[in-house]
């Protein structure tokens, strides 16, 4: 699981999926396709639907504009993974028994 959070710490979210993507000096920002739970108690989440290229719907945080998740038209979604922090077990850790 890999715990994100926005630029402004906002809006946070639990990826499950292992992936590490190595940083990179140009853009420290990508997307993955996995299973998230976004947490989002001061309502900053902001989505909006337009195409721009495969992606269909866009979140991202209100105050700080960091992008959170994209949906393409097949209902595919990709998280933005832009730090690394891998949480080996966490509060939601069994959640991808329930279905979530």
């Known amino acids: 699981m890999i715990e994100q959070q926005c630029f402004c710490g906002e809006v ?3 990826v ?6 190595q940083q990179s ?16 108690p001061n309502k900053m989440l902001h989505r909006y ?4 290229e495969d992606a269909f719907e866009h979140a991202f945080c209100s105050q ?9 038209h097949n209902g595919h979604t ?3 993974i ?6 080996p077990g ?4 069994g959640a991808m028994q329930f279905g979530l």
């Open 78 to 80: 990709k998280y933005c």
């Open 25 to 40: 000096e140009r853009d420290n920002l990508c997307f993955v396709n996995a299973v998230g739970l976004v947490i989002d």
């Open 12 to 14: 946070k979210y639990q």
């Open 64 to 72: 700080c504009g960091c992008p959170i998740y994209q949906i393409d």
């Open 82 to 87: 832009w730090q690394t922090s891998t949480v």
């Open 90 to 93: 966490s509060l939601y850790s």
């Open 49 to 52: 639907v337009k195409k721009v």
């Open 16 to 21: 499950f999926s292992d992936y590490a993507p």
